[in-house]
């Protein structure tokens, strides 16, 4: 992890359907502060072996970069998993 990255909570907000050749995207606040953003919901499924559909309402673990032009949510992490 360099400087320009932490680990931040994230909750799940809504999934909104790709339209066309789209992605799904998944409607994140970020904890702590006011701010939202889009990430693909596939990037979390993924990560965290989540349903896309199962998403929404979940809390996450998750790496934020910030780099000079954009920022960036990656290497997320279920919290609070009913499974275990």
């Known amino acids: 992890m360099d400087?320009?990255?932490k680990r931040i909570v994230v909750?799940?907000?809504?999934?909104?359907?790709?339209?066309?050749?789209?992605?799904?995207m998944a409607h994140v606040a970020i904890g702590?502060?006011?701010a939202s953003t889009?990430?693909?919901?596939?990037l979390i499924a993924e990560?965290?072996?989540?349903?896309?559909?199962?998403l929404p309402g979940r809390r996450?673990?998750?790496?934020?970069?910030?780099?000079e032009?954009?920022?960036?949510?990656?290497d997320f992490r279920l919290l609070n998993d009913p499974r275990i």
């Open 3 to 5: 400087d320009n990255s």
């Open 38 to 42: 889009l990430v693909e919901a596939d």
């Open 69 to 74: 032009v954009e920022e960036e949510l990656s």
């Open 11 to 24: 909750a799940v907000l809504l999934v909104a359907d790709g339209i066309g050749e789209q992605p799904d």
């Open 60 to 67: 996450f673990d998750a790496l934020w970069t910030i780099g």
């Open 32 to 34: 702590g502060t006011n």
């Open 47 to 54: 990560d965290t072996g989540v349903p896309v559909n199962e």
